[in-house]
């Protein structure tokens, strides 16, 4: 499971070689995206949690390199923000506990698309691996005396700070692109990110096993063509 961000790369390397089946593009459009993430900690031993919600935004660059059939294909990269975090929900205690991990996260996405080109829309499937970093962390405490009155009594996290801050996984989603004739783009989109890594470390000796981010992402973004 650790060289599945790798794998997922190699197998997507061949979309855009020069030994190319269909009718070959060579389409360049960049931009920038903006949107909110839903997140939660898969912990093991388990706590129970809201959704810990935040915002994302950054840069896209998507190189188009070919038509094979009905199907558009094409890279995509991008360089995001994004606030993730773990909100538990304590029912044996009046108190609250918030925390907020910024990171930065690198995808980089197969693009599969099936609509028009330009001047009209376009449906299309993303899916590849993620690559972070933790950039920053903070916490919020709140509702009233801070007792650590918890129902199977799991409690480690609270003093705990970001162990691994590298963050790896898979990201995929389906999306929305409305073109114009003269190269702008505009897209809505859902995603879905699996974390392979865990923010807390994992060994026997540990209190974690897993500690890992699962996040759903809603997004739009604009992207203009460079290139075409």
């Not at 360049?28 to 093991?44: P, R």
């Not at 935040?54 to 070919?66: K, S």
Request: hydrophobic share 40%.
């Amino acid at each position: 499971m650790k060289h599945a961000p790798l794998l997922m790369l190699l197998a997507m390397l061949p979309l855009c070689a020069k030994a190319q089946v269909g009718e070959p593009r060579h389409d360049l459009a960049v931009g920038f995206s903006g949107g909110y993430a839903l997140n939660k900690v898969s912990f093991n031993p388990t706590i129970k949690q809201d959704y810990h919600g935040g915002i994302t935004f950054g840069a896209t660059v998507r190189y188009t390199c070919e038509k094979y059939f009905s199907a558009i294909c094409a890279l995509q990269a991008e360089v995001n923000y994004i606030q993730l975090g773990w909100k538990e929900h304590i029912e044996t205690s009046t108190n609250t506990y918030e925390r907020n991990i910024s990171y930065v996260l690198v995808p980089l996405l197969a693009n599969l698309g099936f609509g028009r080109e330009r001047g009209g829309a376009k449906g299309f499937l993303v899916l590849g691996p993620q690559v972070g970093y933790a950039l920053s962390e903070s916490e919020k405490r709140g509702g009233g005396v801070w007792d650590n009155i918890r129902p199977n009594n799991v409690i480690a996290q609270y003093d705990l700070e970001v162990e691994q801050k590298f963050e790896y996984g898979l990201t995929g989603g389906l999306g929305l692109d409305l073109s114009t004739r003269n190269g702008h783009h505009f897209m809505i989109e859902g995603r879905y990110y699996y974390a392979l890594s865990d923010i807390f470390h994992n060994s026997k000796k540990d209190v974690f096993g897993r500690s890992a981010n699962g996040t759903i992402i809603a997004k739009v973004s604009y992207l203009f063509d460079v290139l075409k």
